[in-house]
């Protein structure tokens, strides 16, 4: 399974876009990307998921570069309810592999 | 569709007690799991099932035993509890597809304490 890293937290403002980078050097070929969000007592939600390039849904995009090592989640203008933990996941099918998480603070 | 559901939502045990965490899905799906998150931590993986009559290991799986004999439904036991095993326990579930590959769907978790 391959690892990811990615910050402990982040800070922001309302209004804000927020980028949340994750490094997974040893992504294999046939790996997906996958964000998750989860709030305080909560199970984790997915947020999106993408192979190569570009995806975008209603909630964020993800941006991921020709070699796959790395990925970013953005948050469009973000408001108090996007503070949550933010989850990077890569490959996995049946075993996913949860770090510890980005969590993201978004103040007025 | 509920979704997946989890019961109970809060347990209090005594050392050595046993218990059984419930879970079921309404979606159908083959694949169902069980997840414990710690303070400060990330989900790790206890147990979990590719369909009925399978099961596996995750990663944190002594303590606890699984077994699956509907798609709809994937208990959690607890034979002996320790205190160590004070958690929340999510179960989850997904389908999946070479799109969705790690699409899964988190239950609302429950919160168990051993004393």
Request: include cysteine; hydrophobic fraction near 30%.
């Amino acid at each position: 399974l391959a690892k990811t890293t990615q910050p402990i937290s982040m800070d922001s403002y309302e209004g804000q876009e927020v980028n949340i980078t994750c490094s997974h050097n040893n992504i294999a070929t046939n790996d997906y990307i996958t964000w998750y969000q989860q709030f305080p007592s909560q199970g984790p939600r997915f947020i999106i998921q993408g192979y190569k390039t570009k995806v975008t849904n209603e909630v964020a995009s993800l941006f991921i570069p020709a070699d796959r090592k790395s990925s970013t989640l953005s948050l469009p203008r973000v408001s108090l309810s996007d503070t949550a933990v933010y989850y990077c996941l890569v490959g996995g099918g049946n075993k996913l592999t949860f770090g510890t998480g980005t969590q993201l603070k978004v103040e007025l | 569709n509920a979704g997946v559901t989890q019961t109970p939502k809060f347990q209090v045990l005594k050392t050595g007690q046993s218990m059984t965490l419930q879970c079921a899905q309404d979606m159908n799906h083959e694949y169902m799991s069980w997840y414990r998150q710690d303070p400060g931590m990330g989900l790790r993986l206890i147990h979990y099932s590719v369909g009925a009559g399978i099961t596996d290991q995750g990663e944190v799986p002594n303590g606890y035993n699984v077994s699956r004999s509907t798609t709809e439904d994937f208990p959690l036991r607890l034979l002996s509890a320790a205190p160590s095993q004070t958690s929340v326990y999510f179960c989850a579930s997904s389908q999946p597809t070479r799109k969705a590959y790690n699409e899964q769907f988190f239950g609302p978790g429950t919160r168990l304490t051993v004393l």
